[in-house]
């Protein structure tokens, strides 16, 4: 029979940045920005609370995506708790680009996990990471999120999903730049054309082997190896100021994309660079100077 621990779990999960230019639905990054949230199992009845980033635009109940990423994963592992408490306390802005739909379904099944005695024998790792993956419908958020790092990531022919970890030169920093208001990714994705012209598709992929070199240790190219070809531009009516931001920054050697479906903006650095480029930050926007590839969700 299941049992479930005693006491509270609490999982850190960080802010990611899929796409970085040319990497579309494939490539994804943590960022030093993170999500805290604690979860315990109860007698009956679902209480959640929540603070912080998008706390006002989030159910309390059986919908919460977080809830929804926790009742999918305990059906995975066979079982439902009689009752359940969830505690969110948010920094990741909804809707900006910067995965938080990815956080909280990373969150969901690892809370989910913890909260079963001998869980991580009833659903391990790679099972866990299909799950969030299907809930989100692609991988490039959820790989870095539950994994941590620099990750390359898609889906096989079979729908299996696959993650694979690349490193990343530690001299390598981003500055981020946030609106304030959002595009959900519905909206982003639906600008996009179902077919491009094969020059930009055979340019794109070089682009991407290029930018995967220049994250691992040739910084250099950056510039060069984050040109996109595939989204940024059908989505410039949605976020018409994000793509003038980067154009700004790319045309004085600043490597600038559209972080995820947008509209935050990510531009690579160093630490020498970091502090001048926040300064760089539009009026009424949030700049955040954040480390690249931190850890994946973690559970104590
Ligand atoms: N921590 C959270 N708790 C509950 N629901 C959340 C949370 N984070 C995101 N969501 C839900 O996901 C929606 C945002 O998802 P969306 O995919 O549009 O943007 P994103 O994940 O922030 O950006 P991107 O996928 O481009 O990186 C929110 O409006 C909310 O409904
Ligand atoms: N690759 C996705 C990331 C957002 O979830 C997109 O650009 O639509």
Redesign the pocket.
């Known amino acids: 029979m299941t049992t479930f621990v005693d006491g509270p779990v609490r999982v850190s999960v960080p802010a990611?940045?899929?796409n970085l230019g040319p990497g579309f639905d494939s490539l994804g990054l943590a960022l030093s920005m993170r999500?805290e949230l604690t979860a315990e199992v109860t007698t009956s009845g679902l209480d959640v609370s929540?603070t912080g980033a998008?706390a006002d635009?989030?159910s309390r109940d059986e919908t919460?995506?977080?809830v929804r990423a926790m009742r999918a994963a305990f059906d995975l592992m066979g079982t439902q708790p009689p009752g359940l408490r969830l505690s969110?306390t948010?920094v990741?802005?909804?809707?900006?680009?910067?995965?938080?739909?990815?956080?909280?379904i990373v969150?969901g099944v690892a809370l989910a996990r913890g909260l079963v005695a001998g869980g991580a024998l009833l659903a391990d790792d790679a099972e866990l990471f299909q799950l969030a993956a299907r809930i989100e419908g692609h991988p490039d958020?959820v790989a870095p999120a539950f994994y941590g790092g620099f990750t390359i990531s898609g889906r096989d022919e079979d729908g299996d999903f696959y993650a694979v970890g690349s490193p990343v030169d530690p001299r390598v920093e981003a500055v981020v730049f946030v609106p304030p208001t959002?595009v959900?990714?519905?909206v982003?994705r639906g600008l996009l054309p179902a077919e491009v012209p094969h020059a930009d598709a055979a340019a794109d992929a070089g682009r991407t082997a290029l930018l995967v070199t220049a994250l691992a240790g040739q910084p250099e190219h950056l510039l060069r190896a984050t040109r996109d070809y595939l989204h940024q531009q059908y989505r410039r009516p949605a976020m018409p100021e994000s793509l003038d931001l980067v154009d700004r920054l790319r045309a004085d050697g600043v490597p600038a994309v559209v972080?995820?479906?947008?509209p935050t903006v990510l531009a690579f650095t160093d630490a020498s660079g970091a502090d001048a480029l926040v300064g760089r930050c539009p009026d009424g926007w949030a700049g955040h100077r954040l480390e690249v590839g931190t850890a994946g969700a973690q559970l104590s």
């Open positions: 990611t940045s899929a999500d929540v998008g635009g989030v919460h995506l977080v969110c948010n990741i802005p909804h809707a900006r680009g910067l995965g938080s739909s990815s956080a909280a969150a958020n959002g959900s990714t519905e982003a972080s995820g479906a947008g």
